[in-house]
């Protein structure tokens, strides 16, 4: 029989059967070390089925490029012997959040009055008759948590100008839903389109695009790819990126609220689902979190990713170290170490049956952390999404049971 929460007609083989792939503590030591390996069966009719398989052959080419690119120009930067061994060295500092499940140990809130700068946008993609679009600015109050990064982190100084882009129509500020973009994904057009801004906003909403720390206007000037700044900085880089993306958020959410939004939510694709489930661990004043295709454990992905995943491997053999070290090391960046501060009733999740860039068994994973909250499957890959009406129209249900 179908779970009652999922909000799809495409479901699991074993569905409500399927065992609960999440463990009841310390999930980096108690998942599987192969986790990475396994595979998330559904039961599919011939048509989708044929589908999937089409639309998994491009995510198979594309995310061999993207491993590529990632091991040669940016995480092997991380994975030198000199810093590796410092980042080995800060296990410790940076597991206490995750060890204690406490986000606030390591997600610190910004402090108030942080002054953000609007201007019209001057080529916006979408632009409403009865509304207006704002490039919103502000200098990020961000300070690495570990005091070893403090000098790296000053040495981007674009990275620390937040940037978003927002819709707000001319009656006043409405309930409003941000969306974040995916690793490299940032462009305001791209996800103009991909989340169906115009639609959501035809609906009532006002919108927000939030762009990650080191992705467009905040990556470096000699950065060779948007989001290249993410990774580049080793572990510890990466516990400290996700600390700051979720401070900024908040400043927003601070700015906002100051400006008379009643109520606001957070999607997010990819990346940035990760990161909209590392807010609802985070912010309990967001109206619901709704991940799409998102990353739920980042060691277990790189294993995955060809053939990026070799020097991963290679890395963790030359220090004689287990998986369980790697997901220690990032644990207290990962929504998978924290309860939601959000009720399962407000959380829905987004996954693509055929995603071989972030395959659905990470959606799933998150789905069993959340108490197998609502989730909808569509039979797509990452980046074709094969019946998107359907989603959008489970999204729309979503809302209004949760009266948004």
């Known amino acids: 029989m179908p779970h009652e929460n999922i909000m799809s007609r495409i479901v699991h083989d074993r569905c409500i059967a399927a065992p ?22 559904f039961a599919l009719d011939w048509y989708d089925r044929a589908r999937v398989q089409l639309t998994a052959v491009s995510d198979l080419a594309i995310r061999s490029g993207a491993a590529s ?9 991380g994975l030198q012997r000199s810093p590796l061994r410092a980042d080995l060295d800060d296990v410790d500092f940076y597991a206490r959040a995750a060890e204690q499940r406490n986000p606030d140990l390591f997600f610190a809130p910004p402090p108030k009055g942080v002054k953000v700068t609007a201007t019209p946008a001057s080529v ?28 790296r982190w000053q040495q981007n100084q674009r990275n620390n100008i937040a940037h978003a882009r927002y819709w707000r129509h001319e009656s006043g500020p409405r309930p409003t839903i941000a969306a974040i973009h995916g690793f ?16 959501l906003y035809r609906m009532g909403y006002d919108l ?7 992705h467009g206007p905040r990556q470096h000037p000699l950065s060779p790819f948007s989001g290249h700044g993410f990774f580049a900085r080793g572990l510890a880089g990466i516990n400290e990126a996700f600390a700051q993306a979720v401070c900024d958020f908040r400043v927003l959410m601070d700015h906002l609220e100051a400006e008379g939004v009643p109520r606001l939510g957070v999607t997010g694709m990819s990346l940035g689902g990760y990161t909209a489930a590392l807010l609802a661990a985070v912010e309990p004043r967001l109206a619901f979190s709704m991940p799409n295709v998102p990353v739920a454990s980042i060691p277990d992905l790189l294993l995955e990713w060809h053939p990026l995943s070799l020097a ?17 090391a990032l644990a207290s960046c990962t929504p998978l170490s924290y309860p939601a501060r959000l009720p399962k009733q407000r959380l829905m999740i987004i996954g693509g049956v055929a995603d071989r860039i972030v395959p659905p068994k990470h959606a799933r994973l998150l789905w069993d952390h959340w108490g197998r909250c609502a989730i909808h499957w569509f039979p797509g890959s990452h980046l074709i999404h094969f019946d998107k009406q359907d989603y959008v129209t489970q999204t729309a249900k979503f809302f209004k049971r949760i009266g948004f």
């Open 69 to 77: 690119a990632v091991g040669a120009l940016a995480v092997s930067l």
């Open 124 to 151: 916006p993609s979408f632009r409403p008759k009865d509304g207006q679009v704002m490039d919103l600015r502000f200098e990020s109050p961000f300070l690495p948590v570990n005091p070893r990064m403090h000098g």
């Open 184 to 199: 490299c994904a940032d462009a305001y057009w791209l996800n103009t389109w991909f989340f169906a801004l115009p639609l």
């Open 20 to 41: 609960n792939l999440m463990p009841p503590d310390e999930w980096w030591r108690r998942l599987e070390p192969d986790f990475a390996g396994q595979s998330e069966g």
């Open 208 to 214: 927000l695009l939030f762009t990650l720390p080191f």
């Open 312 to 328: 991963v491997r290679a890395m963790l053999a030359a220090t004689r170290q287990p998986i369980s070290t790697l997901r220690r």
